[in-house]
């Protein structure tokens, strides 16, 4: 097994792109996990359970107040807009829980898209470098000196094979995170969908009279 030392070294400068690409794309899953499934995450089905039955027993306020404890999250963020009109219009309801999605996700999306692109970089890097290995090497066959030609056909093939390797070694965890990422993202925006839409139809039905046979269905 190559130590990372030597596979860098023996990589050339293509290794130092690869390094760089490397260092990106961890920085970015790093601050995504957090921020995804850390801050903006909560326990959707406790969190909306509680405010159902804070709705049902007419106590917006104290709904409200627990949508304000937990505000780094963001679908406490799109409860809390309703809860806010819930004495208003179901148009005024709908509106301002739709404006609160489309502000909290590009949040929740943000520089997600970075990580397939490092790793698609990190690949095409490593490619480049296996390239220009074999060109080095090819050239050492054909024009090095006979004492110079072994050394320059293994140095051209180390450079080929170590950037292919680099390249991949970066690429395969990023794409991995990649996907946990964007599992966690979608989740936080579908539960986003589906309970403001259940929020939102209580809010009505509070309104209407109708609660009883609304919370039913929810």
Same mark, same amino acid.
């Given at each position: ?5 030597? &596979? ?10 690869? %390094?760089?690409? !490397?260092? !990106?794309?961890?920085?970015? !899953? ?6 995804? &499934?850390? *801050? ?7 969190? &909306? ?12 306020? *104290? ?11 963001? %679908? ?20 301002? &829980?739709?404006? !609160? ?13 970075? /990580? ?60 991995? /995170? ?10 936080? /925006? ?15 039905? *509070?309104? *209407? ?10």
């Amino acid at each position: 097994m190559v130590d990372p030392i030597t &596979m860098f070294k023996g990589g050339g400068p293509f290794m130092y792109a690869i %390094l760089l690409v !490397a260092i !990106a794309a961890f920085a970015i !899953a790093g601050e995504r996990i957090y921020q995804v &499934m850390s *801050r903006y995450s909560i326990n959707s089905t406790d969190f &909306m359970g509680q405010i159902q039955k804070l709705i049902m027993a007419n106590n917006i306020d *104290r709904a409200i107040k627990l949508c304000n404890d937990n505000h780094v999250s963001v %679908l406490p963020r799109i409860i809390k807009a309703g809860l806010t009109r819930a004495n208003r219009s179901e148009k005024e309801i709908e509106a301002a &829980m739709e404006e !609160a999605s489309l502000e909290a996700g590009p949040l929740v999306n943000k520089r997600i898209s970075f /990580l397939s692109m490092l790793a698609n970089v990190a690949t095409l890097t490593g490619l480049l470098g296996t390239i220009m290995g074999l060109i080095q090497a090819f050239d050492a066959v054909a024009n090095a000196p006979a004492d110079m030609k072994q050394s320059m056909l293994a140095s051209g093939i180390s450079v080929a094979m170590f950037t292919t390797a680099g390249g991949l070694i970066v690429a395969i965890p990023t794409l991995i /995170l990649h996907s946990i990422i964007v599992n966690a993202a979608n989740k936080i /925006l579908d539960d986003m969908d589906q309970y403001g839409l259940k929020t939102s139809n209580l809010l009505t039905a *509070r309104r *209407r009279g109708t609660l009883q046979q609304e919370s039913a269905k929810a």
